[in-house]
Each structure stands twice: as C-alpha cells, then as structure tokens.
C-alpha cells in the first residue's frame, strides 16, 4: 500500500490562483519530499522538509509538515499555466532513505 | 552537466520475450534506484543500490524482474517472459550516497509497452 496519500486527485485552477494539496503517510519518516511530473515522464525534486521543521519555503512553493498528525500540505501560490503537472509526496523511511510515493495530485492551471 | 539517462524511451515487446531497461545515472551518484509508475498511478520501489550492491530488492514483484549494477554506474533492469502487467513507465533516479536527505534525481523513464 502506499505510504503517502494526496489529496485531492485532481484540481483545476485558473492563473493567478493559489493550489494547495496534502498528503497524510502512516509511519515514522526521516522527511518528506514533493516531486513534480510533467507529462507522465521524470520527476522533478521540488522542496524537502525535514521531520524537525514544520514550515518551509522556496519561491512561490509553502511546505508544511505536522508529524503529529502525519501530514504535509503543498501550496503553490499565483498559479500559472508552467505549473500544470502531476505532484507527488514522498517520504523518507530507513537509514539509506527510501522514498515512498503517493498516487499523486494532478494538478491544471487554465490561463 | 548530464542528468541520469534511461534507454531505450519507449519499449513495445510480445508477451513472453524478455526486455532490458538502462540507466546511466549522474556521475558520483552511488545510490541508484529504479521504480515503476503505472498509468496514472504514483511510483512504486523496485530495487535499490548503493555501489554495485542492492542492499534492498524488496520492491521486485516477481523473479522475473532482476537487476545489475556495474562498475558503480550503469545498471540494467531485466524482464524476463514478460506480461501485460509489466506494461508501465520504469523510471531511474540516483542520488549521493549515505544521506538521509536523499533528493532523487530522476531520469525520463522507459515506457515499456507488453501486447
């Protein structure tokens, strides 16, 4: 089964607007990585949050991360069309870092 | 410089035969992994190395599946007789070795196609 969930599955926002996701997992994690997909091919390493950090920040992305809860939300703030792709959780497990994946949340931004 | 590279892109082979994946993974990166993404769906571990080593092939669904890793750098993904559920995007990443913080860089995937 897979350790991280996105929800939603799908979202639709036009440019401009703000896209937010979460993802819940069910064990103890090292961090918590979100990837971009475009286009079903190569993933795209976003932003990591540590499992000590609760609040993270890179341009236009806000990461959180609430351990107690075993969740993490990713917004992407005033969308634009570049941003359409496939988002994905991961988390890290083991002493090597193992990533596990979530379904992922597909996400379309209309102009 | 060069990110990690897979071949061949696209793979359409008859039930039964057996197919080979590669992945050139970026000079330095020791840690190597390969997944499985099918359509629509999230990633799924396969196997994992740490120089030509795969401390962890937990991921493999069957024996049909086996991988190699060698000089540290290449590594060749083998599905023998395959099914249609073989059919998916194998994607490889790789990423430096023994840390935690363990950013996976991913190549474009081979998309093997089982009729």
């Known amino acids: 089964s897979q350790q991280g969930e996105e929800d939603p599955q799908a979202l639709s926002i036009q440019e401009g607007e703000n896209a937010t996701m979460n993802c819940s997992y069910k064990?103890?994690?090292?961090?918590l990585q979100w990837y971009r997909q475009n286009s079903g091919r190569g993933l795209v390493h976003l932003i990591l949050?540590?499992?000590?950090?609760r609040e993270k920040h890179s341009g236009r992305l806000r990461v959180t991360l609430d351990t107690s809860k075993k969740s993490s939300s990713l917004l992407i703030t005033a969308s634009r069309a570049a941003d359409t792709a496939s988002y994905f959780c991961?988390?890290?497990?083991?002493?090597?870092?193992?990533?596990?994946f979530g379904a992922g949340t597909q996400v379309v931004v209309t102009p | 410089g060069a990110g990690v590279s897979q071949s061949p892109s696209n793979k359409v082979t008859e039930k039964g035969k057996d197919v080979e994946l590669r992945c050139d993974p970026i000079?330095?990166?020791?840690?190597l992994y390969w997944y499985r993404q099918s359509l629509g769906q999230g990633l799924e571990f396969l196997i994992y190395?740490?120089?030509?080593?795969?401390?962890?092939k937990s991921g493999l669904p069957s024996d049909r599946f086996s991988a190699e890793r060698t000089g540290g750098s290449v590594s060749t993904l083998t599905i023998q007789r395959t099914q249609q559920e073989d059919s998916a995007v194998y994607l490889c990443?790789?990423?430096?070795?023994?840390?935690?913080?363990?950013?996976?860089?991913f190549g474009p995937g081979t998309r093997l196609t089982v009729t």
């Open positions: 990443a790789s990423s430096y070795p023994d840390r935690v913080e363990n950013e996976q860089y």
């Open positions: 064990t103890s994690i090292n961090n």
């Open positions: 949050i540590r499992s000590n950090e």
């Open positions: 991961a988390t890290a497990l083991g002493s090597w870092g193992k990533l596990q």
């Open positions: 000079s330095g990166h020791t840690a």
């Open positions: 190395f740490q120089g030509n080593s795969a401390p962890d």
